[in-house]
């Protein structure tokens, strides 16, 4: 690992540990639990393997190892770092004031970059956590990052119909109908029918 490798690396678990810092500081959870950063409004937010953030010892507990069964016991999944991921993007959505939605964002970011740099490609959450990415991107202003991610999640599993939908509104949002519908398009083909396309399609030419 070059220098300039290992120096980035070692300032965005810096950046974590602050966070799981203040995270025991004002109360989000207790100083044990799994997933920082996690407070107890996300949970009925957060997907299903989320819900052993609450968990002591989550490794141990059965929710846990029930998940693990179901995602693929052969890799370690770091489920606490994309529930933390996804806990605070959505924190970041929501908050009012400016520099907590960017600190928000950047955590969320920087866990997203962990899971994805450790999990293989084949596991069947890459595509989600791709298209998470580009979310949080978009919520902040990251234009070129946002499309970028929206892509890679497209190209990596050309069926994943969440990555159209997410990467459509994003651009129709931007009053950008042509590029929203071009997108929309283009997951029809992969995935005829698929009714949230269809019905994105349909008001968008409602319009």
């Not at 207790?30 to 010892?57: K, M, N, Y």
């Not at 004031?97 to 600190?103: E, I, P, T």
């Not at 962990?114 to 791709?130: G, H, M, N, S």
Request: with cysteine; charged share 25%.
């Amino acid at each position: 690992m070059s220098i300039k490798s290992e120096l980035k690396l070692r300032s965005r678990r810096c950046c974590i540990a602050l966070v799981c810092i203040a995270a025991n500081l004002f109360g989000a959870l207790p100083s044990w639990a799994a997933c920082i950063g996690v407070e107890p409004v996300d949970t009925p937010h957060l997907p299903r393997f989320c819900q052993f953030c609450v968990e002591r010892e989550y490794k141990k507990s059965s929710s846990y190892k029930r998940w693990q069964q179901v995602l693929g016991s052969d890799v370690d999944l770091h489920l606490h770092h994309y529930c933390t991921a996804i806990a605070t993007a959505r924190q970041s959505r929501l908050a009012q004031n400016s520099v907590k939605k960017k600190a928000l964002a950047t955590t969320a970011i920087n866990n997203f970059e962990y899971v994805l740099a450790r999990w293989p490609k084949t596991f069947r959450l890459y595509p989600e956590a791709l298209t998470r990415m580009g979310q949080t991107f978009a919520t902040t202003g990251r234009s070129k990052d946002a499309g970028r991610y929206y892509l890679q999640a497209i190209q990596l599993q050309p069926r994943y119909v969440p990555a159209y939908a997410a990467y459509s509104d994003w651009r129709s949002s931007l009053g950008d109908k042509n590029s929203a519908k071009e997108i929309l398009q283009q997951g029809l083909r992969n995935v005829p029918n698929s009714r949230p396309l269809l019905d994105r399609l349909n008001k968008i030419d409602e319009r």
